[in-house]
């Protein structure tokens, strides 16, 4: 269920533009409150916490003029004990916008999930605070996660390890780097296993924009979104790890600004 | 319309095995008659025809046992004069299985398409003549072919070069070597310009047995079939080339040995 004041998502595929037009960190900064927004830069899926952070920092900064200085700080948790830490419950307390940096999806949840930072971001998430997440912060998102698996293979069963993600974007299960990295069969494999998600990935330097059950498409690429609600034949519970997997009868969309989806009753549409 | 005694195809995605179980080479001996077959092997796609065509005619005349010796020949066409001689034909009109080696389907439309080779090899075909074709060999039996064009990206306008096939199989668009080399983007873009057409990608060492309008699936791998005739919105008149194509509702099968598909009616179904 979603709460009436949810605060939106920006999902991004990884590898966004931080030089150029930056549509998608300049996206980030308007739904925060633009020059009055309250930036924190979760670092906690990469193991480089201060390059990273520090990156991040310049370029939020940079995006909000002479309000930046003050206004953007990082978080970097590197244990579950720091995720306990009444310092970076402050920061999450007063922020307008959370971003996560990418590194390993896998670092996110173990490190972050059931700990007070956990709880106090869905917390303010329900109650309006906006989340940004790309790469491996974008992965997190979901329900249930990939954490790792190969991809530019025939789709087989078990080609993807699964696992649990953080959940603010319920039912749904998001790849990223999708077409730069040949993804959809990865994704195929983890769609036929789990059919009652929605399987999206996530192209570089693009990213969705959700607000309650609907996403736009922003960036340069492109969101292939995988529903296997209709998949009439599959081999795939009688299989053995790494046979490769038939699936009949998926629904497949390719979106791209000018595209969003109603992630409820699973139908595109156009935007504009 | 198919010809009452339409022979069999045989559309291998490329790489098929050479040296171990050899299902797909086995198949086509098989197909073509056993110990009885007799076998030219076409290398118009290949540079390297002698060579190309020496390894396959070893190849084959081992599946065929001591009957293989007499019964297996090359027909090596680098012209388009050559494809009017009366050998080249000859070669045709007494065989029961014709093979086309890997290489560029462009050179086998170019050197081939309208010449008295080509006519003989579809009115022998039409006759019952078992015909098989390996990667630029699969590509060059559907009506519109893909010639060439980038993988591993984002779906694209016009990412793909197009041309006319031989058409011994019509309706469809082949891609091959598909799930190694990433391409399911390429064929969505095809396919795209393209929604009457059936795409379809056969991975290495895989193939489809085509018998009228059904085919099965044999090999290791899979086979992903594209089917747009239910395609809602699409940008892709819209757009210029190598903008991003946006499409919703494809309907997506990945098939693998153990499942079949009907080409007329575009339904998938399990053979055993």
Chains 1, 2 share one sequence.
Do not use: W
């Not at 789709?155 to 649990?164: D, E, H, I, P, T």
Request: glycine residues 12%; hydrophobic residues 40%; negative net charge.
């Amino acid at each position: 269920m979603l709460a009436q004041n949810t605060g939106p998502l920006l999902v991004i595929g990884g590898a966004e533009d931080k030089k150029g037009e930056q549509v998608i960190l300049k996206e980030f900064i308007r739904l925060a409150g633009g020059d009055a927004a309250r930036i924190v830069i979760m670092t906690v899926a990469t193991e480089h916490p201060y390059e990273v952070g520090e990156d991040y920092t310049q370029i939020f900064r940079k995006l909000m003029g002479d309000s930046g200085e003050d206004q953007v700080q990082c978080v970097h948790i590197e244990s579950r004990e720091e995720a306990q830490h009444e310092k970076s419950l402050a920061a999450i307390e007063s922020a307008s916008g959370v971003f996560f940096t990418g590194g390993d999806q896998f670092r996110i949840t173990s490190l972050l999930g059931g700990t007070r930072v956990d709880a106090l971001l869905h917390a303010r998430h329900e109650d309006g605070l906006v989340l940004a997440g790309t790469s491996a912060g974008a992965s997190m998102m979901s329900t249930t996660m990939i954490i790792e698996g190969s991809a530019h293979d025939t789709a087989r069963v078990g080609m993807v390890r699964l696992g649990a993600g953080l959940e603010f974007l319920p039912g749904v299960l998001i790849d990223q780097h999708f077409a730069q990295r040949g993804r959809i069969n990865r994704l195929l494999s983890a769609i036929a296993e789990y059919p009652h998600h929605l399987g999206i990935g996530i192209d570089e330097n693009t990213a969705l924009v959700v607000h309650g059950h609907e996403f736009e498409v922003i960036g340069t690429g492109s969101v292939t979104v995988i529903d296997a609600a209709d998949v009439t034949d599959t081999n795939v519970h009688l299989l053995d790890q790494h046979e490769h997997l038939a699936i009949c009868n998926v629904k497949l969309h390719i979106l791209t600004p000018g595209y969003g989806f109603n992630l409820r009753d699973r139908i595109p549409r156009k935007t504009n």
